[in-house]
């Protein structure tokens, strides 16, 4: 009743105030002429305006530059605050000449920072032929905010003496514009600083300047971003991206409001309880029946809670959506105090939410193989594949010491798990390896997320993938080919494996099958996606260790999965992803198995850890990847091993130049506004330096993620973009090159006795 109430009360609301002043600015368009309004909310091709004429840049230091237009339009901008300040201060309006005024003194301020930064953007492309970073970005943003700004301020020119004239409308427009080009100047301050320090060749702060980053960070967190979450969010985007990227956030809002009072809830319920209990505990002995445990959720429990999620956020998001400033203000009180179950809870919608789950095969082609394969993990792939990370040497032991010295091996495991040093995958993982060996049956159970089992067209046939319990638990990923080639003679010419994006503690690759199912149809090869254990469940480097595993996997059943037994193997993933694929393209090297042919990522993270970068202060506006939510994400895949940001498989950035040396060819596809947009810059550029084959292509006014918006509304330049890596990919699978002469493992095979030792190649000491 009082969300009703609380519905009513906003819509009124809307009717009286708000609306009227959207009517205004359409109708005011229609009659003036002025589309620079309904252009913006009515998805024009570009968010700056092509037609608009400028005059000739004053300062002649930005003829110098790349970025003369930015300058002339500055100094336009600059003459139209002019004018309309001496026009507002004759007739003593106060609020607009606060404004205005506000608006020409971050000019003066922005002007000279945009104009170092323009000197310094092309000294940090990953190459000439390549240009982008984060330096390029931000004055892309500036651009398109400047060009936001100028139709208003002539549209004040041409009509402030006009009885049509509003002046509260365009008050409140250049008043968020102010606060816009107040948080850009800081950060166009920010990457002066950081160009001048790094010795202009690099786009981190040097190790050197730790703590200088670190006060950074920090002043970074306390700016008010919130004018980049209202009616403005996601401007410079592609008018379709940022049509998309509002409903992401206002469901994004709606669906906190519903996580916050459902936490509320929970937590009174849980202290009423308490109280109740404590108040009633008899003093010797209690004759009432004894609590029943509560069963684990099932696959219903998680969809009629997903149902309900579901429901709250659509409910309050209305009022978002009516609300801008509200969402604004909402979403940014969640970002300052963003945790793991609530980025869990809402981009897991998309995968257990009824009709959200389905999308993939709603919208996207059909396929003749759909199917989860459950890869056991034997005694060999503990001491092979998981020997990473600060207890690989002990899980060696447990796999391989006799019998008599197993309770050694408990007590230090139970040592570790005081400590809250294994992680709770670990832990099952150290309980599953004592049970078999000292005889105990047990029931294996996925090591991440329940199963989710849908009907799917299955081949009937035989089985090429059967199961067998080794009792060591096992990794699943899931099989999709476009054609049924179990009944063709015609290979492949390879394999993609994919892994999937989420920030390493969401999502799986039932939510990625938009894209991917287009993939395996275009390219006609199958595409084995990891669904790999997620973050706090499992900290690093259990991920990356289970990718690696099933890459070894695939290398030893190519034939059956139908690439043939010399067909090419390409790495392919996004985001969190992107940074599995170079780990395990690292590990394969370490290792000294047989290399990937080809690592082709998007967007991908590489130095896990938050870091400053021109391109990661862009995380202070942007809808999908905020400061807060990627600094929880990089905590909880850190998990409680802070050192662990050093080792390459974390932080590819990171590794050796003898590592790089050996990589296989890199085919990067950023985005121009991505917050991960540095990483990519410089893995390419110390990748290109070491004489290897490595690209980098930018898609222009793109924001992080877009793979999944391409074909949900997300226009012609996202699906440009995701055709260019499929482009990447095709030829990397026609390649001529192979890495098949370096030699593999042998598939694993279960034996009943027989210990198997090995050598522990991680980057941890034991």
Known sequence: KLQFLYFIERTMALITGEWIDEVYRKIHATLTGDKGEAEENSGNKSPVDENMTLKTCPNPLWSETEYEELGCALWEMKDLLGNNIEYFSGIDTIDMTRVLTLLATEWALLEEGCLSVARAACRHDADPDMPGNGYRSLLSIVLAATYKIIPRLKDCCRQRESLLFNKNVHITDLDDYGRILSLLRKIVQYAVMADSISCRNHLFLPESEAELEKQTIQQFAEYDCSCFYGRRAAFYCDPKIRSALSVIITAMAGYDAGFHSTTENTENSSQQQQQHQDCNQLPEEDDGPSPQPQRPPTEVDTQLKATKDGAKAVMHGVGYWMNPKLRAESLIKRFRSCDVPFAKGFWGLTESAPLAQHTGSIISPWMAVNRDIKIPITDQDILTCFDDGPFGPLLAEAINAPLDQLPSVETRVSAAMDKDLLSEVEIKQFNQILSKRKGICTTVTPLDTPLRELTKLVLKSIDPFPFVDSGLGYVQAQLLQHSNDAQT???????????????????????????????????????????????????????????????????????????????????????????????????????????????????????VRLAASPSRAMALLDPLLPMGLLECCLKAYTGNRPSSDKSPLMSPLLASDALLKQFPPVRIVASEFDPLLDDSIVFIRKLRSMGNDATIDVAPRMPHGFLNLAYLGGGDDSISAVELVVEHLSRALQGTSSNDDVSIDPPTVLTESGSVTTTNTGWFAP
């Open 489 to 607: 003679t015609q290979r492949t010419p390879g394999i993609i494996v994919h892994f999937h994006g989420g920030g390493f503690v969401a999502q799986s690759p039932k939510s990625h099958e938009v894209y991917l199912r287009r993939w395996t149809k275009e390219l006609g090869v199958p595409i084995i996606s990891v669904d790999y254990s997620l973050a706090p469940e499992a900290w690093f480097p259990r991920a990356v260790q289970e990718c690696y595993f099933v890459y070894k996997w695939v290398l030893a059943n190519r034939a059956s999965l139908g690439a043939g037994p010399k067909g090419r193997v390409i790495l392919t993933g996004d985001s969190a992803g992107g940074n599995l694929a170079v780990g395990v393209a690292i590990k394969a090297i370490i290792s000294g198995i047989r290399k990937p042919d080809a690592v082709v990522v998007s967007y991908p993270v590489l130095n």
